[in-house]
């Protein structure tokens, strides 16, 4: 599969986000405080963080040179969500991330409040399924018919006709999310090193296989955050990236 312009925009740092997944602002700090000496990795900040740290410590990691993707998965109303966006915009963050399973009017909404930004304007990416939904869960537990290929699909789509910048899928769909929605940024997470499913994620890939199947963003969390050499393990990680895309083409 060929690179796409979209793709191709996008600096070799922010081809793997870190998820920063800790319960406080000193764990987080401990966490960062690895990396001196070497260049600042791209962070994804969770619901967790974000709400144990809250905003002002966002503030000083883009004051730091950090470039922040906020995970905080919008989905409200969309006069809130709206106003919520702007309020995320003016911390300096990259990335938000909302759930396009509220509608194309939310997203609208919130695609017209970060443009209030102008050159400070985060992207927008719209969250299609979540890694944690298999076809069980999804056809008897939240009512929807169909596959999570299928459902997640249909989220992209209407993602790219709110004008979003991207979605957040699992590797599985990402080839069908190339096909269908190439324009938009393909951000996976569910990353693991072996391929295996553990704990709560039940679609996962390993990083060369998301790449193949045509990610181009991956979240990687417990990989990095729970090895024994965070800095090593993010670095061949990168370097794993960057070998999957050149034998992709």
């Known amino acids: 599969m060929s690179a796409t312009s979209t793709d191709q925009s996008l600096s070799q740092r922010e081809r793997v986000a870190v998820a920063l997944d800790v319960p406080s602002w000193q764990a987080a700090e401990a966490f960062l405080n690895q990396w001196q000496g070497n260049e600042k990795p791209f962070i994804k900040v969770g619901m967790q963080l974000f ?20 995970d905080v998965k919008l989905h409200d109303i969309p006069n809130t969500v709206a106003s919520a966006v702007r309020s995320l ?31 400070q304007r985060p992207r927008l990416l719209a969250v299609t399924q979540l890694t ?3 076809q069980e869960m999804l056809n008897h537990e939240i009512g929807i018919p ?29 080839r069908g999310m190339k096909e269908s929605v190439g324009s938009l940024f393909t951000v ?8 295996k499913a553990s704990e709560d994620q039940k679609r996962v890939m390993t990083p060369e ?14 990989p990095i955050t ?11 990680i990168l370097k794993r990236v960057e070998e999957a895309r050149g034998n992709r083409g």
């Open 188 to 195: 996976t997470p569910g990353i693991r090193l072996d391929g």
């Open 209 to 222: 296989a998301a790449i193949s199947e045509g990610a181009d963003i991956l979240v990687v969390g417990r």
């Open 146 to 174: 169909g596959t999570v290929r299928d459902s997640a699909l249909h989220l992209a789509d209407l993602a790219q006709q709110a004008g979003m910048d991207g979605i957040v899928c699992s590797g599985e769909e990402a």
């Open 51 to 70: 709400y144990a740290a809250g905003p002002g410590f966002i503030q000083e990691l883009t004051a730091a040179g950090y470039d922040i993707f906020l």
């Open 89 to 119: 915009a003016g911390l300096g963050v990259k990335w938000i991330t909302l759930h396009a399973s509220g509608g194309r009017a939310m997203m609208e909404a919130a695609r017209e409040a970060a443009e209030e930004a102008g050159s």
């Open 226 to 236: 729970q090895a024994e050499d965070p800095v090593a393990a993010y670095q061949s």
């Open 132 to 134: 944690s939904t298999d």
